[in-house]
């Protein structure tokens, strides 16, 4: 007689091969795992988007227009057409009736002007290095050769890169409606109150310069078709979103599209994009029928991936003698170039919602404009918006500290929230579910040795010291896990703030975790997985997580925004309870016990008060066998999950920064960095602490380092790694960091999301720093990226001050003023939103 | 055109090339050694470092014809037997990696860096991997996992005592 074959047989076979895993009993959530990804990362076996290789694939190069803005009068690519190893060559002509435009997903007003913005130009460029014809050749080097046969006759247009010009009656029109893209404005309170008679008032205007993100990984593209269906892989942060773009923009049907992010080389929100390269990759290869590939070179990327911030913040402040804030106003240009992108629109409106910081403040006024230059579109950029509100207020307040003479620690305690006043309701309309700046701070100036900092400084200044001390604080919070759906709506963001989870027992017990968020080293499979086996019971190793590719994960909203964890964790939680209430029935019933009277505790479900029970990987085999289900009991052991949370995070903390300032030479050294950081709840410190490392590089790096570099007529002289300079190791010193943590009251891992918080802190961190520095010589600001040069000349220009104990600008004025504002165009403001104390973001 | 070979990860190959091919693209597209990724067209980053003939490299400013008759060994080749080096295990335990772009050019400029300095200091890491970038990490992790590598591969260095007969 055969043997029959049961699950309690497969059971003991399983258990016998070894593979049931045993949980170790210790919780993962909290625990420095060391990261799943690095196996492959480590020895070269990624599937980066250029490493793919496909049968009969062919290479696209494209060209791209040298200037600024022209008119395209003709393109002759006969000459490229015959050259050896060309298989095609495209204009923006012969795409132009099937093209479509590259989608902007965030009408942030009703008369946003929103452009027209082909893939590839057919008439007119407006910032160089848009694409204006492409090759298609077997071989990269080849379809670089038959660029240079292309010919275009291009005539000049008038270049602005400067949105004060650009908004000036009589500059060039960037688009014929002219070059204000929207009005947007945002207010709390009595503002009028709030400045009316105020004892002090600050004014500055802050230059949030053009910042190149520089993901290590250049762009890529594989596009392939078997003549009905399509996929493309792109190195991308958003590949659902990206599909339902690009099935909205090429009119390819969205169930024949499947859409793959591969390992991807970081994102920093550049790859948050719907590009050119992938509508056109699309394009091609149904033209063809046959599989393409382009890659970006670093210099063609420094021209046309995304820019980043690119800001001219006019702050106010009004407040009383004793420090207090009554009142914040900004009025700010934001600068789109060209275009409008996905999110361009919407990056200065999320920064809106941040300036009132950490601190309470009774009224607040906020008005941006955005602009239309002849420069690559912006658009997200790592804190994409509240890096630059924070840098303001931070900046600001330190200048009100300054102006009373008093700490600027102290000026902080003064007005900012206190733990016992959570939740907090800002001005700004956000409610702050919790926090701890005290406490945050409080280790942050323990580590830092305050207190000592400020004796050397002091120290310095007696002696007149050449190289002066400078010290640096920033407290921030921020909003994050882009969230709340209802919320997104009434902002006019195009898509929810939702995000999916399945989680799948397979009938050996082991998990899949398919989740909709897209990582980019971020360390989901990780951090998913330690999740996995606390909420399961299962070994961490036993736990596998998919993503990034539409044909696995059938939904979700992908990465960015701090998002990932704060959504997407929290949904894999959700779907591993909805796995367990299926587990617990299928216990009871084999037990034939009530549900009630199960429990679950270290992956097993058993019998109240007694021995007897079954592990979640018995009841996994069970349900696959299915041979004795409860009644109305599906087979399979798995769910799906959506969260929706509805609250935004808001991490927050203290970063402290040293610098050292040689007054002769300019140069700023960093001596020391403490950041402590509160992002609630850990599930990987190790994750957490290196993201905040990051961060911060990335912070420091637009304080001291980077900007994109435009000439007048437009050209970007920063094309390259040599002349857009991203720090070495050389260049940073060792940071210390440190946390609390308060959990978040809006979701039930109380986590708060880490991606963003050391970049948007340590930017004024270190600029206050350098500033403090350079106070007894009558500096009040030094331009981002405080260059040595820049250092230098703003001390030249400062004049001989002897340093003295208490620097040499203590002022009893009751106004300062910083540059003269920018003028705004005459056009009429778009209708305000809701007063934030009448139910805006929430 | 000139016909090259080259030792690949032990592998000889004979290959027939432009004088102007890059060696990091016969790496990549002819030979299918995609472990060695590309970062930059300048040589500033370094995430195409390979070891050629035993010293670091920055594949994109070689052609494959100055690479005739050398011995090339990318991040693929380094594990060995299935062990991985010292420093590819040092990078995972310090997390000294997030994306991973750059991590195989680090990790071949860190070992060629202990070449000339089998203990460095932390200013010396720094200054030594001035030439890789990474945009993740801060370098901090890094900085740790090039000093831990360094340890282990010293104290594999140390002469094993040998057991008494």
Known sequence: MSEQLDAGLIAERIAESGELGEPTGAREVGRARRRKEDARLVTGRTTWTDNIQLPGMLYVAFLRSPMAHARITRVD???????????????????????????????????????????????????????VACVVATDRYKAADALEAIEVDYEPLDAVTDMTEALTEGSPKVHESGNRAFTWKFAGGDIDAAFRDAPVVIERTYVQQRLIPTAMEPRAVVATTDGDDFTLYSATQIPHVL??????????????????????????????????????????????????????????????????????????????????????????????????????????ILGAFMYSGIYKVDAYDFTCTGVFTTKMPTDAYRGAGRPEATFAIERAVDELAHELGLDPIEVRRRNWITHEEFPYTTVCGLTYDSGNYEAATERALALFGYDKLRAEQADRRERQDPVQLGIGVSTYTEMCGLAPSRVLGSLSYGAGGWEHATVRMLPTGKVEVVTGT??????????????????????????????????????????????????????????????????????????EASADDIEFTGGSFTVRGTSEGRTIQELALATFAAHDLPDGVEPGLDADATFDPDNFSFPHGTHLCAIEVDT???????????????????????????????????????????????????????????????????????????????????????????????????????????????????????????????????????????????????????????????????????????PAAEGGAR | MPRITVTVDGVAYEEEVEPRLLLVHLLRDRLGKVGTPIGCDTGNCGACTVMLDGRSAKSCSVLAVQADGSDVVTIEGLAQGGEWHPMQKAFHTEHALQCGYCTPGMIMAAIDLLRDDPDPSEEAVRQGLEGNLCRCTGYCTIVRAVRRGAAEMSQAREPQEVPAP
């Open chain 1, 243 to 348: 599909r339902v773009m690009l099935a909205l923009t090429t009119g390819i049907p969205e169930h024949k599209l499947r859409v793959v992010a591969p390992d991807v080389g970081g994102g920093f929100g550049s790859k948050l994009q719907v590009t050119a390269e992938e509508v056109l990759g699309l394009l091609i290869t149904r033209r063809l029928g046959k599989p393409v590939k382009w890659t970006e070179s670093r210099s063609e990327g420094n021209l046309t991936v995304h820019h980043g911030r690119d800001q001219l913040q006019r702050i106010s402040l009004a407040a009383d003698r004793d420090g207090h804030i009554r009142g914040v106003r900004v009025d700010l240009l934001a600068d789109m170039g060209a275009y409008l992108m996905l999110v361009t629109p919407g990056i200065p």
């Open chain 1, 664 to 834: 002769e030479t300019g140069r700023p050294t960093i001596r020391s960095y403490v950041a402590v950081d509160d992002v609630g709840s850990v599930v990987n410190p190790l994750i957490v602490e290196g993201q905040v490392h990051g961060g911060i590089a990335q912070g420091v790096a637009q304080a001291l380092f980077e900007e994109a570099v435009h000439d007048a007529e437009g050209n970007l002289l920063t094309t390259t790694m040599a002349d857009y300079l991203i720090p070495s190791a050389a260049d940073l010193p060792d940071f210390t960091t440190d946390r609390t943590e308060t959990p978040a009251t809006s979701n039930p891992l109380g986590v708060k999301g880490v991606g963003e918080a050391g970049t948007i802190a340590s930017t004024p961190a270190v600029v206050n720093a350098i500033v403090d520095a350079l106070r007894p010589y009558g500096v009040r600001d030094v331009r981002m990226p405080c260059t040595p040069e820049r250092i230098w000349r703003v001390l030249a220009e400062a004049g001989p001050a002897a340093p003295g104990p208490g620097g040499s600008t203590a002022s009893a004025s009751t106004s300062t003023s910083g540059p003269a504002p920018a003028p705004v165009a005459g056009q009429p403001p778009a209708p305000m939103s809701a």
């Open chain 1, 518 to 591: 897209s990582p980019h080293g971020q360390g989901h499979e990780t951090a998913w997985s330690q999740i996995v086996a606390d909420a399961l019971g299962v070994p961490f190793d036993d736990v596998a997580v998919l993503h990034g590719d539409t044909a696995v994960s059938h939904k979700g909203m992908d990465t960015y925004g701090s998002r990932s964890l704060v959504v997407g964790g929290v949904a894999v939680l959700a779907a591993c309870e909805k796995v367990k209430d299926k587990a617990r029935q299928l216990a009871a019933h084999m037990l």
């Open chain 1, 77 to 131: 690519a006969s000459a490229a057409r015959v050259q050896p190893g060309v298989v095609a060559v495209y204009t923006g002509a012969d795409f132009a009736d099937e093209q479509g435009s590259l989608p902007c997903a965030w009408p942030v007003t009703e008369d946003i002007v929103i452009p027209d913005h082909p893939p590839m130009a057919v008439s007119e460029v407006r910032y160089a290095g848009e694409a």
